[in-house]
């Protein structure tokens, strides 16, 4: 289970707070919501829902910890999704043409194609994915551009774009 800690809400008002712990949990709604003053957080109520997640139910395609949708003053909204699996990029262009919301997209990707990181950039109407080349092992995350997008419908749609990772257990001999 995430757990998010919102630091400094005592200092806002209570219209603030509402629309900051409405947007988390749209964001992440099966996240655990803690509040924090002058991040005074006790470790154990952080620590308690730290496990190591099963591959089984785990989700491919996530937001990123350090990222909300940020907002421009020209309206648009960027998220950043960390990538945990590969991702089938004929699915991502089919999903990302249904969100006119959707801008643009760019990060670096698994295939189930071929070995190592992908390059994808994504405008509407031309996706570009190439190997990586580079020589730093750059996370495997997309950034998401946009206005009005909905976002935790998005994320379930990239959710559906994973390839299941494989079981690679040896069989015992009879």
Not at 63 to 80: H, I, K, L
Not at 128 to 156: F, H, K, M
Request: aromatic residues 4%; glycine residues 4%.
């Amino acid at each position: 289970m995430d757990t998010v800690i919102l630091n400094k809400l005592d200092a806002t008002d209570t219209a603030t707070r509402a629309a900051v712990e409405q947007r988390v949990r749209t964001l992440a709604p099966r996240a655990r919501v803690l509040r924090a003053s002058y991040a005074d957080v006790d470790p154990s109520r952080v620590l308690r829902s730290v496990r190591r997640p099963s591959q089984q139910g785990l989700a491919a395609v996530t937001p990123s910890m350090a990222t909300v949708p940020a907002d421009t003053t020209r309206g648009f909204e960027n998220v950043t999704f960390e990538v945990g699996s590969a991702m089938d990029l004929d699915r991502l262009e089919t999903v990302l043409c249904r969100y006119r919301s959707v801008l643009r997209l760019k990060g670096f990707v698994r295939t189930p194609a071929a070995p190592g990181l992908h390059e994808v950039q994504w405008v509407p109407g031309a996706m570009e994915v190439r190997r990586y080349q580079g020589r730093r092992r750059p996370p495997a995350e997309i950034v998401v551009i946009g206005r009005r997008i909905p976002w935790e419908r998005l994320l379930r749609a990239l959710n559906r774009c994973a390839v299941p990772q494989r079981s690679h257990r040896k069989r015992r001999a009879a």
